[in-house]
């Protein structure tokens, strides 16, 4: 397994809609490794394939973090075939540093998907887990947090970017 580097706005690879994956491969489960270790290492709870570089639609979580009591999920051609209630949630992102947006959920969520060896899964969650799932899957779509927040949020996050890109150039 590999640190990979998580690519950050304004990279375009974030707002492209992935592909579907190919369960049962060398490349998925490197890949899966590889997602893990290096969400674990960011810190975070989630992480899609485009955040890496990879157009394929795959996610990794573990809302428990990396704390020893460590429970991943490998979701690969993920779907919410059902979802109910609401819960707003302060969310940030590895891709947005800097940035977190409050952002309406469904607090219940019904998502199927294949595992790494492409057994289909069903999986019912709540709270943070649902609020994580779609945060994921809007990645795979090229939706990012920064979608959510007000114009005037947006505009001052793209200032504040172009202003650290500058002073690194």
């Known amino acids: 397994m590999a640190i990979l580097p998580i690519r950050t706005f304004p990279d375009p690879v974030l ?3 992935c592909s579907k994956a190919e369960p049962a491969t060398d490349f ?12 674990y290492n960011a810190p975070g709870i989630g992480l899609a394939a485009p955040q890496v570089g990879e157009c394929v639609r795959m996610v990794v979580l573990d809302i428990t973090g990396s704390t020893g009591d460590e429970v991943p999920y490998f979701l690969l051609n993920p779907e919410i075939v059902h979802s109910e209630g609401s819960i707003s949630f302060e969310e940030g992102c590895l891709s947005f540093p800097e940035l977190s947006v409050e952002i309406d ?12 060896e492409g057994t ?7 709270g943070l ?22 114009p005037v949020r947006r505009d001052l ?13």
């Open 28 to 39: 998925i489960r490197k890949l899966a490794g590889d997602l893990l270790e290096t969400m």
């Open 120 to 126: 289909p899964v069903t999986l019912e969650a709540d």
């Open 157 to 169: 996050y793209r200032r504040k970017v172009r202003k650290i890109l500058a002073q690194e150039a």
């Open 129 to 150: 887990l649902a609020v994580a799932i779609q945060h994921e899957l809007d990645h795979l779509e090229g939706r990012v947090i920064m979608d959510y927040a007000s």
């Open 15 to 17: 707002r492209n809609i």
């Open 105 to 116: 959920r469904a607090n219940t969520v019904r998502v199927i998907f294949q595992d790494l």
